[in-house]
């Protein structure tokens, strides 16, 4: 081989190796570059969940509330009710009480 043909030659295999080497990095890049993505896309998905989860929380802590406001509600109720029934019941004892005093 002549000194031409080798410089030739060896400028050939410096391209081929820049190229080669090129490819790669485009390669680790292109892959760093979708994972970087990929994470960004679950980070935004855990915030939205976070969020949501925050929500549904509070709306759990208003349906507690609610539902020991309605058995408050009803205790209050069930204690008026057995006033009434036990007046009612005083009013129909001195009802039959009177009747059989005049009868």
Known sequence: ???????????????????????????????????????ATYTSRLDFIEGEL??????????EEFRLNISSDLAEIKTDLMWIRKQLQENASNIQAIRNENG
């Open 1 to 39: 081989m002549t000194k031409t043909q080798t410089a030739v030659v060896n400028k050939n295999i410096n391209i081929s190796l820049i190229a080669i080497l090129a490819g790669w990095a485009l390669t680790i890049l292109a892959i760093v570059w979708q994972v970087a993505i990929k994470d």
């Open 54 to 63: 925050t929500a549904v929380d509070e709306r759990l802590d208003t349906a």
